[in-house]
């Protein structure tokens, strides 16, 4: 990898990249040779390290960026998404997304838990946002995600969600009768709590 192609990739929007992102962004066509021009760089802080496979500008990467990027696909998503509307009221240091296995990981010193969903679901882009480097679910198909995985979950606060969004996403999940009936129960006490 030439000094021109580092520069290509630290010019880039992207904060963190994969060995994949790095060899198409290179002109290097021997991925050993590659991977050793990558070691370099990491070695004078061009580059910095996350772990096997994927790197960074610098220690100050996007970690939604890299959740996503970890399981390919997947989207950032439960008590991530629904802490930060103020669904919930529960602080976790961990990052969760949803993709098409079940793992939890700890990268450079990140948790990140990974909750298996139905293929059908994970790829239906309904309440699901692009921003540019990672996929971000809405409140409502985060809330409607965690229905979903969760029998008996408690929200602490149902205000922020858009009910017509919830039920406009609601059909992705398929004919689920308890998801239905759990979101009419949310949804008649969320009405019942309005002035």
Not at 64 to 93: D, M, R
Not at 165 to 189: D, E, F, Q, S
């Amino acid at each position: 990898m030439e000094k021109m192609d580092i520069l290509k990739i630290l010019r880039s929007d992207k904060t963190v990249f994969s060995f994949k992102d790095i060899f198409l962004a290179s002109e290097e066509k021997d991925p050993a040779l590659l991977r050793r021009k990558i070691n370099y760089y990491v070695k004078i802080r061009e580059l910095y390290h996350i772990r096997k496979g994927f790197y960074a500008k610098d220690s100050n990467y996007a970690r939604f960026e890299l959740a996503g990027k970890i399981y390919t696909p997947s989207y950032i998503s439960l008590e991530t998404v629904l802490g930060a509307a103020g669904v919930t009221f529960q602080y976790y240091g961990q990052i969760f997304a949803v993709s098409y296995l079940t793992r939890e990981i700890i990268v450079d010193g990140q948790k990140y838990s990974y909750k298996k969903i139905k293929d059908s679901i994970l790829t239906d882009t309904s309440g699901i946002g692009n921003k540019k480097n990672y996929f971000i679910a809405s409140p409502e198909r985060a809330f409607l995600d965690i229905i979903y995985l969760n029998k008996d979950y408690h929200f602490d606060n149902l205000s922020p969600l858009d009910w017509d969004k919830v039920y406009g996403i609601l059909p992705i999940y398929g004919n689920n009768k308890r998801m239905r009936k759990t979101v009419g129960a949310l949804y008649g006490a969320d009405r019942s709590q309005t002035p």
